[in-house]
């Protein structure tokens, strides 16, 4: 069965409009385990607009699923995630003014960096995971710098599920199964919602786990957090 993550940013980006600390981001990540959430994903940001460094590390002492820290690997984030030691880090290439994650990695352009940051998070003993484009090279990439997963970036497939979803899905199974084939384990994410995300997971292959922060979120407005969980669990089983 695929694992939910769930992305907290869009909480702490409430928390920040108004200062103090409700919601309460560590209460929430709690809550997001009781309801049945099988992971915690956070994405530190340069300017901590949402997610803060010292969230990372008060999260760290209470969250018993997953720990999941993404981001741009900066001196800063290297060093919280090796300071931490979460159980995966998944590195994505945005830029410190993006708005949103909105590429994967040129795992062929960038190998040589790509591996020596593999290499330092693997001696501390956390799994990585790089985020990238349903491309097979950048799948083969990925694996000859030594990754122990991948996470594809999926807002192509969201984009065009409406029009054609056949089309839509095809080159993420395709990358899938190049993933495969590599031996490299399957992470998803980025606007994969309750509209979309049964077709996905029932069609990509060997998906071990999806990272849901905005939809699951908004959806949260409307159905309550814990139901909002319970029907995304629903869509991966």
């Not at 695929?2 to 940013?9: C, D, E, G």
């Not at 049945?36 to 901590?48: C, F, K, M, N, Y």
């Amino acid at each position: 069965m695929t694992r939910l993550s769930v992305n907290i940013n869009k909480i702490a980006t409430i928390r920040n409009a108004r200062g103090g600390t409700n919601p309460n981001l560590v209460q929430v990540a709690l809550d997001c385990e009781r309801f049945g959430a099988q992971g915690i994903t956070v994405h530190p940001r340069p300017d901590e607009r949402h997610i803060r460094y010292q969230d990372v590390l008060d999260l760290h002492e209470v969250v018993t699923t997953e720990f999941n820290i993404e981001g741009n690997p900066d001196q800063r984030f290297i060093e919280l995630v090796k300071r931490v030691k979460p159980a995966q880090v998944t590195l994505v290439p945005d830029a410190p003014d993006a708005i949103t994650s909105n590429a994967g990695w040129d795992t062929i352009r960038h190998a040589d960096h790509l591996r020596q940051l593999i290499d330092t998070f693997k001696a501390d003993g956390i799994r990585v995971s790089i985020f990238v484009d349903a491309d097979e090279r950048m799948v083969d990439g990925a694996k000859a710098v030594g990754t122990d997963r991948i996470e594809l970036y999926t807002e192509p497939y969201a984009t065009h599920y409406a029009a054609d979803r056949e089309a839509a899905v095809a080159p993420f199974v395709r990358a899938a199964r190049r993933a495969q084939e590599a031996g490299l384990g399957l992470n998803a994410g980025h606007d994969l919602s309750l509209d979309n995300l049964r077709f996905f997971a029932e069609r990509v292959p060997a998906l071990l786990e999806v990272s849901i922060g905005h939809a699951l979120i908004c959806d949260a407005l409307y159905f309550g957090l814990e139901n909002t969980i319970q029907l995304y669990r629903r869509c991966l089983e």
